[in-house]
């Protein structure tokens, strides 16, 4: 080995060392009595999550959540994918019961469902995160909390993560590519 071959196996073993930390961050979170069923169903010990909904889903709904596209929930394994630093802290400030206290604010009574069976979840799943059927339209968003897995109603306020975006300027249009990919 060169020097520089050692300086990328150490920065390698580093860098499988803070996955490790972040996995078991995100174990740690799993753990909690409010994340130990699926978010969108009864299915119990979800496996996977929704990184900007700061939810944690089962296999069943990740596939259904993958199908609304990343611009709605950007699904990942918490035990077989990469994650960064920030997705993690998403995780631990949000979890199921504060992201359904907003997400399910305004649910009917018996329109979540009690199985996991796909067509009853996935019309769900479109509704509450597709349409915002059951939002709470008072807000912006869920609150976050500050990571200790408290309840909604005793973590302090926290305003939200992602302010809204602005309607982007409208371009010059000259018929050209770059006005396509909005460049």
Known sequence: FCGRDLGRLSHLRMSDLEQRRLLKRLDACLKRPENQLCADCPSRQPRWASVNLGIFICTNCSGIHR??????????????????????????????????AYWEARLPPGAKPTS??????EKYIRAKYERKMYADSTRDGPTRGDGSGGS?????????????????AAAPMGGGLGDLLDV
Do not use: C, Y
């Open 67 to 100: 199908s609304l596209g990343v611009h709605i929930s950007f699904v990942r394994s918490t035990t077989l994918d990469t994650w960064k630093e920030k997705q993690v802290v998403d995780m631990e400030t949000m979890g199921n019961d504060r992201a359904n």
């Open 116 to 121: 996991s069976a796909l067509p009853v979840v």
């Open 152 to 168: 909604v109603a005793s973590a302090p306020a926290v305003a939200p993560a992602v302010a809204p975006a602005a309607a982007p």
